[in-house]
């Protein structure tokens, strides 16, 4: 996948406002408001900026946080990582390497295999759906 470069404005233009002060402004949105909190629905989640696949609902699970929570992204490279040293703390902040879009934060108090929480904004996801088998 080729990365994804837009100007401000049309960052704007694709994006609704809360899509945009999360993903490219850096803003969390508040606890258990985010669609995809309690969903339960089979299927990958993409980055809501540029469509890249970025976790399967496989490795969804509940963190009790209010966000969408994921021990593990598809594959290593889709999610990179910066330092976020905002308000005082020192936390490891998520983004798509293929566009930048902001996703949210990596803890180290997920489940097995990873130990990893990646606490994810709804606003900066977009689900796909699985198919369901056709017989």
Known sequence: ???????????????????????????????????YATNKDPG???????GAPLFDSDTKFESGSGWPSFFAPLTETVVGTTVDKSFGMVRTEAHCS?????????????????????????????????QKDLK
């Open 1 to 35: 996948m080729n990365k994804v470069t837009k100007t401000d404005a049309e960052w704007r233009a694709q994006l609704d406002d809360i899509q945009y002060k999360v993903t490219r402004e850096h803003a969390t949105e508040r606890a258990w408001t985010g669609k």
């Open 44 to 50: 990958i989640y993409n980055c809501v900026c540029c």
């Open 98 to 130: 293929n566009c930048g879009a902001h996703l949210g934060h990596i803890f180290d108090d997920g489940p097995a295999p990873t130990g990893l929480r990646y606490c994810m904004n709804s606003a900066s996801l977009d689900l796909v759906p699985k």
